[in-house]
Nanobody, 115 residues
Framework: QMHFAESGGGLVQPGGSLRLSCEVS????????LAWYRQVPGKQRELVAA???????SYIDSVKGRFTISRDVAKNTVYLQMDSLKPEDTAVYYC?????????WGQGTRVTVSS
């Protein structure tokens, strides 16, 4: 079973930056993409960015050009560099493999963008 330890969240002013990290313990199924998700209370969790083992990345439109996902396959770690943060980026951020929602989720890391 996999476990996820997200870190790096905090309070930041609009326009600021944060770098999230997620260490994954346990075996990630071969070839499975790792992703960052976020959730705001009362709303569904949404996939923000994903990275495959080969380095292919994808993003939702609202974060393109501002967020960068990277993955260290050897260390089972995934990062999310978030620049030009906006208040609407406020959420709890989680890392998780794609397509494996039934696997337990970590506690996430809270990001608050506010002046």
């Amino acid at each position: 079973q996999m476990h996820f330890a997200e870190s790096g969240g905090g309070l930041v002013q609009p326009g600021g930056s944060l770098r999230l990290s997620c260490e994954v313990s346990g075996s990630i199924p071969s070839g499975r993409a790792l992703a960052w998700y976020r959730q705001v209370p009362g709303k569904q969790r949404e996939l923000v960015a994903a990275a495959t083992t080969s380095g292919t990345t994808s993003y939702i439109d609202s974060v393109k050009g501002r967020f960068t996902i990277s993955r260290d396959v050897a260390k089972n770690t995934v990062y999310l560099q978030m620049d030009s943060l906006k208040p609407e980026d406020t959420a709890v951020y989680y890392c998780h493999p794609t397509g494996m929602d039934a696997q337990p989720w970590g506690q996430g890391t809270r990001v608050t963008v506010s002046s």
